[in-house]
Nanobody, 125 residues
């Protein structure tokens, strides 16, 4: 059974950091594009950061660029999202997702069809 599990969410003060992890069972994450999405109350789910299976090229949405970074730990079959300088507007449920790669297609345009259950991130003083 293919499964993704996120961990590492929680409550943090503005300016703080969190590190989310996405761990897979039943398949190898290195063969897939991995995206981190978030959904705030009343808003659509949006891609914030991703990493491609081909060469590990990363991309981030403009509002988090320079603050969030996605990386792989192949040995642990895990992808992490390091979030720094967090702002209240980063508050959301964060999901990781996996999608089969396509040649020359950047991860931000990936076809994500395996999803985790989500983890809550709350940025508040």
């Amino acid at each position: 059974q293919l499964q993704l599990v996120e961990s590492g969410g929680g409550l943090v003060q503005p300016g703080g950091s969190l590190r989310l992890s996405c761990t897979a069972s039943g398949f190898t994450l290195d063969y897939y594009d991995i995206g981190w999405f978030r959904q705030a109350p009343g808003k659509e789910r949006k891609l914030v950061s991703c990493i491609s299976s081909n060469g590990g090229v990363t991309d981030s949405e403009e509002s988090v660029r320079g603050r969030f970074a996605t990386s792989r730990d192949i040995a642990k079959n895990t992808v992490t999202l390091q979030m720094n300088s967090l702002k209240p507007e980063d508050t959301a449920v964060y999901y990781c997702a996996a999608g089969s790669p396509a040649l020359f297609r950047p991860c931000r345009l990936g076809n994500y069809n395996y999803w985790g259950q989500g983890t809550q991130v709350t940025v508040s003083s």
